[in-house]
């Protein structure tokens, strides 16, 4: 609490110990009818049942990492999920490198510190009347986290700050930054419509840009390609396995750094 700058982001929160998953909680009140205000965070130490992209499982062990869910609860259509997912990169990326760690950006939604994954975002959006939605934004973030808590098959993959840094964190003092982070870009991105700072960022921090990638189909399939842009609507730029330029929309494929 003594951290928190903003002004109305993770002013509203609750606070668990185990969950099953933050997202699923906002989840099941929303759809109880219940009315979560505008910036409410939900927070755990630990979460027995978190999931990441494509349903993914997210390991949260105890109290080593942050687990938690952003909700939003805004009219302004033009705020989508892409908008929001870019947002909340920028937002972790910009915070952790306040604390000098140097973290990058994998489109979309991926935070990475020497090529290795160290955290998630995974935005929803639901609705519970035909113009209103919520926006829940989970972020998953490992931060203390050693190296045996990681399950076998995660291990050349996933990382922590903490094991690529050599140093532990506080992590109230890394969640209230990220939250004044995301509190001021939202507010830029509202009053301008204009979101050139969050996409010069995720430029600016990716490690996919300029590089070889491998594409990971729904359906199975794989292909190397190159990763050439970040567009100004938020869609990533590549060639595909044709030799065609195509713009691939967040959330269709999965990436690998290759
Ligand atoms: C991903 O990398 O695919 C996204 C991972 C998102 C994990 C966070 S942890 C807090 C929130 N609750 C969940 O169940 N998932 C998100």
Known sequence: QKFLKTLYLGRDYRY????DSTNKEV???ISKGHNIK???VFICETQTNGYGKFNRKWHSPEKSGLWFTIVLNIEDADIDITKITLLTGASVCQSLRSFNIDSYIKWPNDIYINNKKIGGILTERMWCSQERSYLIIGIGLNINSTEDSFPKELKDYATSISIETGKNFCRAEIL???LSC???FLDDLKRSANYDKILE????YSNILGKKIKILNPDGSTYETEALALSDNGSLV???NLGKRKELISGEVSIRCS
């Open 182 to 184: 995301f509190e001021n």
């Open 238 to 240: 590549i060639r595909d």
């Open 27 to 29: 989840k099941r009140l």
């Open 176 to 178: 209230c930054s990220i």
């Open 16 to 19: 668990y110990n185990v969950i």
């Open 38 to 40: 505008n910036g409410s």
């Open 201 to 204: 960022l995720n430029r600016k």
